[in-house]
């Protein structure tokens, strides 16, 4: 396990626009956003029947929120391909599902502003419940189209092994 030491250096956190995802052991290009990791465990109220002022509280079932990707559309194909192992129309009958493999673990990856990885999460047996090929058309706007993929998962931790970075420092007049 990493040893976590403390930067006394770094006073601020980090930024939220330096971020790479990888799958299959690749970074995807372009992808321009990602939705926050997020989970919620029930609460089970509960009661003794000694006491029928209060109620206690225990935790149940967790749930893990999907994680939306998005980026500009190009002719990259990994977001398609992926979106097609759970759902490709016209294969045929009983073809239209790829079992062996529409799930993926991916590693979402933070960086700091001197573009060294400071944060790392993995996300396991994800699988794309929605994807948008293209967006919403219009002649009038000045944007950039972009493409969505949703993922289902079941679950994320922290990658311990990534350990905080030693930050550089400029040498230089002062």
Known sequence: MAQFTTNAQRFDPYKNFKFRVKWDGKYVLGISKVSALKRTTEVVKHREGGDPSSTRKSPGRTEYEAITLERGVTHDLEFEKWANKVWNYGTGLGSEVSLKDFRKDL????????????????????????????????????????????????????????????????????
Request: proline letters at 6%; aromatic letters at 10%; one cysteine or more.
């Open 107 to 174: 590693i979402i990856e933070l960086y700091n502003e001197a573009g060294q990885l400071a944060i790392a999460y993995k996300v396991y047996r994800c699988w794309v419940s929605e994807y948008q090929a293209m967006p919403d058309f219009d002649a009038n706007a000045n944007a950039v189209a972009i493409q969505h993929l949703k993922l289902e998962n079941e679950g994320w931790e922290r990658d311990t092994s990534v350990a905080e970075p030693t930050e550089p420092t400029l040498n230089g007049p002062a």
